[in-house]
């Protein structure tokens, strides 16, 4: 079990549901990229966690989301309050079923700093193995939910399946679950739409048929280098987040010098080409250095100077001093176009020099 802790709160990750901490409320799903639907099934179990530490403190909650009423907590034992908790699987199902590496929207890391953030206190990775994908939508509520994470209330969205064969669903949960007296809060679908403003653009239809919000969906709005729709449907900027480590060193040669990025294997990159991005550079905030650092990034073989790689690389603006060895968060802002092979450097820097510039247009305008 590890205790990860940043900003002086923290999320328990336990490798298995018997090494939990319990009692739990629990959100169930992937969760990859915890996107604007993840949160809404997530909120339901930190307003648990909420409600029950008000009952505690003599105080009685204020809304209730459950469709089943809330039984209070037995507060006589030192740690009755559920811990909020996101059950996921590890590895990705599919990864499990194809057996083929599955590249993430938030690799293990990223995903636990996100649940942090949003509030949780704890992160189970069940191991997707041939024993879990076999067990009845029966034996997954009595065994896991029940005995090993001594559930005491669970979230999903609507679409939610689960157990051998993916043959349970969320109401199937709820009925189970009732048999226990866990209530089962059952999230509705949230879409993109939901969160376009009247005059907003809707989906390129030929993206997808439906505008439910899912990973899916997010995956292909960064493959076709679609950025403000990526950022609309994940509720905040994707993110890359890597080490310095040392490239060629030819960048600085033509006046860009540039930050090459060591991201997670498994991290999901967006379509090849140059971004508008903002970073910011772990732990370098000060008073007299701004959070966010504009900048360009780079994703790609370098054809121009016969790179045999790809490299994500970035060129911040007005900054000078060593990156190596820091971590840098990168934001995406906006596509600007596709890696070119060009004739020569000079060719190259001058190429650069107007990504820097339509970059600056669109933070000045934009940001
Ligand atoms: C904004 C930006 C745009 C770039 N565009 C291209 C490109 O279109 N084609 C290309 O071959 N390399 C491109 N590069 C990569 C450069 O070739 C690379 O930065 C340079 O070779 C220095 O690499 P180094 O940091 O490993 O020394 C771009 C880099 C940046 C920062
Ligand atoms: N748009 C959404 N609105 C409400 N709930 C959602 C939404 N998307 C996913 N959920 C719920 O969040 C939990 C985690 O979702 P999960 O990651 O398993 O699926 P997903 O986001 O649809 O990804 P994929 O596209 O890979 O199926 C599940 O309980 C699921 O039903």
Redesign the pocket.
């Known amino acids: 079990m590890l205790n990860l802790s940043q900003n002086g709160s923290s999320v328990w990750v336990a490798a298995a549901a018997e090494l939990a901490l319990t009692p739990t409320a629990v959100a169930l799903g992937k969760f990859d990229g915890v996107h604007l639907g993840h949160q809404r099934v997530i909120q339901p179990i930190l307003q648990s966690a909420i409600a029950e530490q008000r009952w505690r403190n003599g105080e009685t909650p204020e809304v209730n989301l459950s469709p089943h009423p809330v039984t209070a907590p037995n507060l006589n034992s030192p740690q009755k309050r559920a811990y909020s908790t996101v059950v996921t699987f590890h590895p990705h199902p599919q990864e499990f079923f194809t057996g083929q590496p599955r590249a993430l929207l938030t690799p293990l890391d990223e995903k636990v700093e996100l649940l942090r953030s949003l509030g949780v206190e704890q992160l189970v990775l069940l191991p997707f193995d041939k024993e879990l994908s076999a067990l009845s939508p029966e034996e997954f509520v009595e065994k896991i939910l029940v005995k090993q994470l001594q559930c005491q209330k669970i979230s999903v969205g609507q679409d939610f399946c689960f157990g051998k064969k993916r043959e349970g669903t969320a109401q199937d949960l709820q009925s189970l679950a009732a048999k226990y007296n866990i209530p089962v809060t059952i999230v509705p679908i949230k879409t993109y739409t939901d969160e376009l403003p009247p005059d907003g653009h809707s989906l390129d239809p030929e993206l997808t048929a439906d505008d439910r919000i899912s990973t899916s969906l997010i995956r292909q709005t960064l493959e076709a280098g679609d950025i403000p729709q990526s950022n609309i449907l994940l509720g905040r900027p994707y993110t890359l987040t890597g080490v310095v480590i040392p ?6 040669t ?1 006046g ?3 930050a ?1 990025l060591q991201l997670p294997e498994d991290k999901f990159l967006p379509r090849s080409g ?1 971004y508008a991005v903002q970073v910011l550079v772990r732990g370098e905030a000060t008073s007299t250095t701004p959070t966010m650092i504009q900048g ?3 994703i ?6 016969n ?1 045999t790689h790809r ?1 994500v ?3 911040l603006f007005n900054w000078s001093s060593d990156l190596y060895g820091k971590t840098l968060i990168v934001q995406l802002v906006r596509f600007l ?6 004739s020569s450097l000079e060719a ?1 820097r001058s ?2 020099q107007q ?2 510039a339509v970059a600056r247009e669109i933070f000045r305008t934009e940001c």
Not at 300 to 305: D, E, M, Q
């Open positions: 490239g060629q060193k030819l960048g600085r033509i860009f010098p540039t090459n140059v360009v990034m780079n790609g073989n370098r054809p121009t100077v790179g490299a690389e970035v060129h176009r596709p890696e070119q092979k060009f190259l190429q650069i990504d820097c």
